[in-house]
């Protein structure tokens, strides 16, 4: 376990927008282990998340590289409510490769973690009366869509909302515990952790984004994406030296973003495709036309993956699988890496070729199928399945192991009682 600050919710007796002044900045930072976060959770001490600074050091226990890739989907979610310092936290502390997440932007232009464009399903918005008059009807890629939508809040008032579970079926004791993080807050949560530790960010909806949201000198979302990725010294081709110290990979949905963002990083990137039935976001092209030789020909030379939704490569039918399509063969044969969403343990996510088990899951998609990394919601499930079937490397075993014992003999010492 690691000990890492924590952002908790301001009690709902004091002023919310009055007490969210400053939590950006590294001011009264406070670090608190995770296991007691859990008791620090509707109290009324606030601590807060230090901006990321250069923390790289020599000494952490490197990223892995010889297995598929744990991708922590939005944190740990299916524990935590998504996108929350406690879900990435968890899900570090869990093996976690890379912590993924989503940005967008508030109103005045601040970089958050959410992953829908409204706020309705994962925050307490329902419960800010002050907010009522907020809701509207906007365009979301051709269907109209009524909620609240983030880009109509301030960082302030944003941060005075609460993050709840989006599925009901999920722990939902820390429902309005936790608040909305800022992309830096997230990049700081991976640079503190004990060991290297990637992120995934999405380009979320960028055209949405850069039509509601402007920034000064004309720049677009996109730029400033990319400026917060290297303010922060992400930088360097995959595998690279100065990768492998500070890993990512930038993804989205929209191919002209990851066109774009290709002139102003040299980070890997992952094109991300949806359901057969779901046209990309800025190009309006099928699903049939971006999985063709054709345009993963054309596609890679912007980028080293892609992320399709794993029900597209291997087809449903009443709940069962059937046989797998060549997408995967298809994009190893263009040195294309191939990560696939989402993994959940539950059972209304699990086919029934599964018997109701994710570690024949995830056997299946490793081993059948041979992907180079999973986007899970459970990601202490992903890194006990591999430590049982591919387990790290003795050495590192051997070292970990002779930690664990002199951190006991030291305990004893200091408490000869036990």
Known sequence: MFELTVILKQPKQKSRIGAAKGRDSMASARLVPLSFLLLLVGCASRPLYPLPGKRYDASKKPLQTFRPYNLAHRGSNGEFPEETAAAYMRA??????????????????????????????????????????????CNVQGTNTTGFFHF?????????????????????????????????????????????????????????????????????????????????????????????????????????????????????????????????????????????????NFIKNYVMGIGPWKDTIVYVSENYLQPPTDLVARAHALNLQVHPYTYRNENQFLHFNFSQDPYKEYDYWINTIGVDGLFTDFTGSLHQYQEWTTPSPSGEKSATKLLDKIGSMISKYRNPQT
């Open 92 to 137: 570090i502390e869990e093996g976690a490769d890379f912590i993924e997440g989503d940005v967008l932007a508030s109103k005045d232009g601040v970089l958050i973690m959410q992953h829908d464009v409204t706020l309705d399903d994962t925050t307490d918005i329902a419960e800010h009366k002050e907010f009522a008059n907020r809701k509207r009807t």
């Open 152 to 296: 109509d809040f301030t960082l302030e008032e944003l941060k005075s909302l609460g993050v709840k579970q989006r599925y009901p079926f999920r722990d939902q004791q820390y429902n309005g515990k936790f608040p909305i993080i800022t992309f830096k807050e997230f990049i700081s949560i991976a640079l503190d952790a004990p060991r290297v530790v990637g992120i995934y960010p999405e380009i979320k909806n960028p055209a949405m984004v850069n039509q509601y949201v402007k920034w000064p000198g004309g720049k677009k979302f996109e730029d400033k994406f990319v400026e917060t990725l290297h303010k922060y010294g992400y930088r360097g081709e995959y595998m690279s030296k100065q990768w492998l110290k500070q890993p990512a990979f930038i993804q989205s949905f929209a191919p002209t973003s990851l066109i774009y963002v290709s002139n102003l990083t040299d980070l890997p990137k992952v094109f991300l495709i949806d359901d057969i039935t779901i046209p990309t976001q800025d190009t309006n092209q099928s699903y049939w036309e971006v999985t063709s030789d054709k345009y993963l």
